[in-house]
């Protein structure tokens, strides 16, 4: 039982070059930026004045961050790239 735990827990992160914790200090980074953008994409949506690219060129930034970390087998993020309103 506790083989299958510790498979459960360390697969992904090491599929990716990462111990555990290197993996949770990554995606806990990103779940705060996801925040920051939310923040952003919610106040943008009542005061259009505000925060006009913040959300986008953050997300565009960290898919290239994602992009230049992923050495690993699933291969690198892929986006469509649209026009900016």
């Known amino acids: 039982m506790l083989t299958r735990a510790k498979t459960l827990f360390l697969a992904h992160p090491q599929s990716v070059n990462e111990s ?3 993996h949770m200090g990554v995606a806990l980074r990103y ?4 925040a920051f953008c939310a923040f952003c994409a919610l106040v943008h949506a009542f ?4 925060f006009e690219k913040t959300a986008s060129t953050i997300v565009k930034n960290m898919v290239a961050n994602m992009n230049a970390r992923m050495d690993a087998p699933q291969g690198k993020v892929e986006t469509k790239v649209q026009p900016a309103e």
Do not use: C
């Not at 779940?31 to 996801?34: D, S």
């Open 47 to 50: 005061l259009p004045f505000l």
């Open 31 to 34: 779940a705060g930026t996801f």
């Open 20 to 22: 555990y914790f290197q």
